[in-house]
């Protein structure tokens, strides 16, 4: 299933996308009980498929990634955060940074997933069992402050406005029995910058969901960020950074395509 989530007049509400393109409105709560209606609803602005209790992310998980950005394939998954201020709806502009300015942001797509019911200690077995869909994602990052005025951290680099684009749709777990075999890109302008697969991964869906949920409790509405492939802004020589006017595309096999134009924040 194919789901979106729009705005409505009485606020967010979830459809099912069908195959005819036309959308019936869901009932209920997508994290708990819900069904897809018989009442057909034609959408309103499109928005992110969810607001995410938290948006966990992972560095260094492609090969080919890890490589251009000179560093070793990690022993264990590279975890850090990014703050849930940082989410976008499709269509709407990522923002450089001003106030805390930034010449050095840039892309990354990534393949999204959703954590559907309380998690905690999943084994390698039963991790996709927890996982309620896929979707697109960007991970745009503040390279500066990513990696020289963020003390250390990556938080202050990846948690800016607008920083984490989600979209189009929510496309449910039955629809994609392996996450690890989609074809994932950016396209930036048009000019295509990076075109791999999920197979790449240094640690697939089913090891990040073990490892995250180890000891600790991934809630419903978790978004897990599963790392971007080589071909990044900041390792291309010359570097190449997003700029006010800009138009970013991230398209991921049986997803969809979620696209973002660029502006500059208004301070």
């Known amino acids: 299933m194919k789901i979106l989530r729009h705005l409505t007049s009485r606020g967010p509400a979830y459809a099912a996308l069908q195959a005819d393109g036309s959308t019936r409105k869901i009932a209920g709560d997508i994290f708990g009980d819900f069904r897809v209606t018989d009442r057909a609803v034609v959408p309103g602005k499109?928005?992110?498929?969810?607001?995410?209790?938290?948006?966990?992310?992972?560095?260094?998980?492609?090969?080919?990634?890890?490589?251009?950005?000179?560093?070793?394939?990690?022993?264990?998954?590279?975890?850090?955060?990014?703050?849930?201020?940082?989410?976008?709806?499709?269509?709407?502009?990522?923002?450089?940074?001003?106030?805390?300015?930034?010449?050095?942001?840039?892309?990354?797509?990534?393949?999204?997933v959703v954590i559907g019911r309380r998690c905690k200690n999943a084994t390698r077995v039963n991790a996709l069992d927890f996982v309620l869909g896929y979707t697109c994602a960007n991970d745009v990052s503040a390279r500066d402050w990513q990696q020289r005025w963020g003390g250390g951290q990556f938080c202050q680099g990846k948690s800016f406005d607008t920083f984490c684009p989600l979209g189009p749709v929510l496309v449910t777990r039955d629809e994609i029995?392996?996450?690890?075999?989609?074809?994932?890109?950016?396209?930036?302008?048009?000019?295509?910058?990076?075109?791999?697969?999920?197979?790449?991964?240094?640690?697939?869906?089913?090891?990040?969901?073990?490892?995250l949920s180890g000891s600790k409790t991934l809630l419903p509405g978790t978004v897990i960020l599963t790392g971007t492939p080589h071909g990044v802004g900041f390792a291309r020589k010359p570097p190449v950074?997003?700029?006010?006017?800009?138009?970013?595309s991230i398209e991921i096999e049986r997803i969809g395509t979620l696209t973002n134009p660029v502006v500059n924040e208004v301070v």
Not at 95 to 104: F, G, L, V
Not at 183 to 206: E, H, S, Y
């Open 46 to 112: 499109l928005l992110a498929p969810l607001a995410p209790v938290n948006i966990l992310a992972i560095g260094l998980n492609y090969k080919k990634h890890a490589e251009e950005g000179g560093k070793g394939v990690p022993e264990w998954p590279m975890l850090f955060l990014k703050s849930t201020n940082t989410v976008q709806n499709p269509g709407d502009p990522i923002e450089i940074p001003q106030k805390r300015a930034s010449t050095e942001v840039d892309f990354e797509c990534e393949l999204a």
């Open 177 to 211: 029995p392996n996450p690890n075999k989609l074809a994932i890109k950016t396209a930036l302008n048009g000019r295509t910058m990076q075109d791999w697969n999920t197979d790449d991964m240094c640690f697939d869906v089913p090891a990040l969901i073990e490892f």
């Open 241 to 248: 950074f997003l700029k006010a006017g800009d138009t970013v």
